[in-house]
């Protein structure tokens, strides 16, 4: 049975007994529309911790005001079903009023390179919004273990330096892609493709599978590699590139000619009016 | 006995044990030349926790590129004593580098009036670095009850706005500004001042305190009661008036011609090169 909350103190009387007899408490910040990616974050907390909450927060700040705030889906009842059969206990849903108290905030926000490249060059705020509503998160729930997909591989990059730099004291668990069988990587946004743009979208995934063989084949140079990449998108006509870019890892240091492993080879590409992104670590 | 740790993986592994055994943690953050008003804070925290860690780290961050970092007294085998004396038993002294791990640094900001009026007006990134050390000071010791001195009024606002949007799991417990038997209140940089200097600075509380008797008596015009703190200080040849403002609390909200109770009257006046700030709340 999954219990649905939508008040910060109704949750914490509820977890606070519980890590008072020392439960471990996982939590798993998402924006609903849940999909196998995300059952498979929440089955992994499951799995490592005594209890798992999964908050369900279309986070406004970190929506540009180009962006797709108000279409972007809301599906509650069905998410509380993904959540059950992936093994989750509590669905924290709160209000945006419940989360943004104060009409003056509180923000959190990185310096340098992070949040500057590949997403942040486009979506400037983006990040700021994203750091500032897992902090919020982070102080509500106390959890031992969270949990984020390798799909924001930026956003991974970002918590990582933030739960660094502000001492949270927890686990940072980060879950591979999960993929449909075409390859094309699970987000809430597929939703918004037409049949024939889905089916062109798979394009991301073969040319970053190819980027990766090339690497372990000896291509190390990242005008080449990008080039190549950039290639196979373009081939697809439904394609509009907004980058493809390789930065060292962790922390998305700036890479002269050659590309060091580990790397975060990473794109986004719209397919009509749906902004999609892919990645993948060269190593 | 004093324990004096040095790093936050240390700090940890104290309190994590003591913390699983149920045990309540408060947390006195300072700048170290700890005196009366420190003092107070941590018998404060000691009477009413079972553990009172007190942290000695001169903030960088909070400093102005003019201002006194250089200067700043730094005086731990004194504070030592002093947190003994006053029944503090973990004193946190972490290096700058500790407390910033990384070179692009992750920042907790606050936006609107409260911190642009007042000392946010001549340190504008003043409010920034008190909000990202006490953050980071937070996480790290994870305590039940955190101590401040209302003598930075300002700052204590600051922090009861950050608590409250980032949902900080403790309670703020402000303790009332302790004065010299002169009046004036106590600092750290107090001990920049010469003694006739020293001397002078009573003026001070005498104007703040003429204030209150002033506002009880009926006086409630802003103006008025600014305009009479403004000649009492001017009177003292050796101050040079910064600002006398007065705004409503909580949260530092804009007042117009009439004083509501409870409202927050500041001041910041430099004697020779020492900045003091005093203030007192009309209720």
């Known amino acids: 049975m999954v219990q649905c909350v939508h008040s910060v103190q109704e949750l914490r009387n509820i977890l606070k007994p519980l890590k008072a007899a020392g439960k471990t408490v996982g939590l798993v910040p998402t924006m609903g529309a849940l999909h196998q990616g995300h059952a498979t974050l929440i089955a992994t907390s499951a799995k490592e911790n005594d209890i798992t909450v999964v908050s369900v927060f279309v986070n406004p700040t970190q929506f540009g005001p180009t962006e797709?705030?108000?279409?972007?889906?809301?599906?509650?009842?069905?998410?509380?079903k993904v959540v059950k059969n992936a093994g989750g206990d509590i669905v924290f849903a709160p209000s945006p009023k419940e989360m943004?108290?104060?009409?003056?905030?509180?923000?959190?926000e990185l310096t340098g390179n992070i949040t500057k490249v590949l997403c942040g060059k486009t979506r400037p705020i983006h990040f700021r919004g994203v750091a500032t509503v897992v902090s919020k998160l982070f102080n509500i729930v106390g959890p031992t273990n969270a949990y984020f997909g390798q799909k924001d591989a930026q956003q991974v990059e970002v918590l990582r330096r933030m739960v660094k730099d502000l001492f949270f004291d927890l686990n940072l668990r980060i879950v591979p892609i999960v993929r449909e069988e075409s390859g094309l990587a699970r987000s809430s946004r597929n939703t918004y493709l037409s049949a024939e743009e889905k089916a062109a979208a798979v394009v991301l995934s073969q040319s970053l599978k190819k980027a990766l063989e090339d690497f372990k084949a000896g291509d190390h140079n990242k005008a080449s590699i990008i080039e190549?990449?950039?290639?196979?998108?373009?081939?697809?006509p439904l394609s509009d590139i907004e980058y493809v870019e390789c930065y060292g890892l962790p922390g998305l240091s700036e890479l002269k000619d050659e590309i060091t492993a580990p790397s975060l080879l990473a794109l986004a590409v719209r397919f009509g009016n749906t902004r999609l992104i892919d990645n993948i670590i060269l190593e």
Chains 1, 2 share one sequence.
């Open 68 to 80: 797709d705030f108000d279409a972007y889906p809301r599906t509650l009842d069905s998410d509380l």
């Open 100 to 108: 943004y108290p104060s009409e003056d905030m509180t923000w959190v």
């Open 228 to 236: 190549k990449v950039t290639k196979i998108i373009q081939a697809q």
